[in-house]
């Protein structure tokens, strides 16, 4: 089954409790959250604080992804604001591990994602330790962004691995997906995907939610 996860950065920001609503009643099952430090991607977005206070909204799984250096830093914060799947880069940091293991201390869900240029089989050891893998098919640091045919390759590498395993995981992709690519990188083995502006800039935001998902 596909499961939806309309990224906030390009929701209206005056009033996000109604957009998260929106999405969350139609049936989409994780809210993205798109976390830049201005340092790993040239933008700065939201922090552990906002997500908080929007956590009292409603019981959508917040899929927290960390665009930002040396993760391990702010894990304390991000999973005592409410996240349940904490995404970090593989190019973030080098004590992938560690990272890993403090998201576990608190029984929420560990992913790793790596940006469209870097190969994919470099987190093919981390596969078993991670319930998440997320494919980057822009390069981070903005919504808006179009789609690049390119990181399939990684999506492939990961849907590959993954099936070598026989682990049952979120393989997620992220960047540019709208209602007419959905079903490439559906077919390349992708169960989560991230969308933005396809989602929250739709004029019909409810029954764009509603397509993704059939
Ligand atoms: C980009 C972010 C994405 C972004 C997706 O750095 O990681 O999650 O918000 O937005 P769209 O779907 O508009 O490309
Ligand atoms: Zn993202």
Redesign the pocket.
Known sequence: MIKLAP?L??ADFSCLGEEIKKVYDNGAQYL?L?V?DGSF?PNISMGPGMIASIRKVCDIVFDV?L?IDDPIRYIDDFAKAGAQIITFHYEACDNHKEVIDKIHSYGIKAGMSVKPHTDANLMVPFLPDLELALV?T?Q??????KFMPEAVENLKKLNRAIKALGKDMDLEV????NLQNASIVKDEGANVL?????VFGAADVAGTVQEFLK
Not at 174 to 177: E, F, L, N, P, R
Not at 194 to 198: M, R
């Open positions: 990224s950065l390009a993205h798109d830049m991607v992804h665009m980057m822009v981070p640091g903005f919504g808006g962004q992220d960047g540019g997906i991230v969308a933005g502006s396809a």
